[in-house]
């Protein structure tokens, strides 16, 4: 779908009733450059303009399914995302850009929707003690608009419906749990998971070149094994989450629940890593490895 090149329109001056008068008229740009790919996917994800923060926020539901029984609700959930963009140059691939980011996610009761702390889990008959989301960092690769031999890299994977654009992405995910041993090709084990993403906005605002982030919203479906805070020892099922949200420009955008949190619990999450971030990636598998020590299991296992 043909809907970018960047180019520049002439500013010219109008001289009215002896006032001159500067008319700018703005950048569009064109989905079908890598350079313009680059540019409209970055106001996606984050925003033009360098270390400039916006937040993604979302809400929906977690279910949790196993065979020969009807799935059920096991939480709402309430999350965010504080993100920004950093741009990054190379002689071959051209500039590009670099997403930096931290995420919460809430479980929330599902008929109250207040906070949990303790959760009944209905599979085990018991209490577990509920470990929140809080990933510090959740950076991307940098994208590029060609890549190492200078061929095309960036296309855009949207369509135009009207005066919309939508984009979906299916993302497989599938590698070493840091939770499980050193002989998973063997025996098992590996992370595994799907997340789907489905953004939709208009494409005027995304083509706006004097704009320096597009006004999104957000459709998000995640299938993934049961999280370890649930103590569900490798049981058969799954947990899925559906849930919706959009992009604000600023930490007062967000849910009252999640502030709240965020200000009495992790502050830090006001704002994103700084641009220069280095750090291995987080994800719940991490952060409840590095907040719990090992346990083993009797002979027998147990409940």
Known sequence: MNILKSFKKAVTGVILSGCAVLTAVADQIDLSTPEGVI????????????????????????YGRKRGQADEVLFQVSGMSARQCVTVKDETKGDGYKLITREVMLYLDPKTG?????????????????????????NQRPSFPYDAEGKTAARWLGKEIGDSWFMSLTVPLFYHNPMQGDYQKYVGGAYH?????SFIGKTEDLLDGD??????????????????????QGREGLLYVNAIGKSVESYEGLPDIIKNYINERAPEYKVPPPGDDTRPNATTWTVFKSRNDPERLPFGGHN
């Open 39 to 62: 540019e409209a996917t970055r106001k996606v994800y984050c925003r033009s303009a360098d270390e400039k923060p916006m937040y993604y926020r979302f809400e929906g539901n977690a």
């Open 114 to 138: 207040e906070v949990m702390d303790k959760w009944n889990n209905p599979y085990l008959g018991r209490d577990v003690d509920v470990m929140h989301v809080e990933n510090d960092p959740v």
């Open 193 to 197: 998971a799907t997340e789907m993403f």
């Open 211 to 232: 704009k320096d982030v597009a006004n999104v919203d957000v459709a998000w479906v995640r299938l993934s094994e049961w999280l370890p805070w649930m103590e569900m």
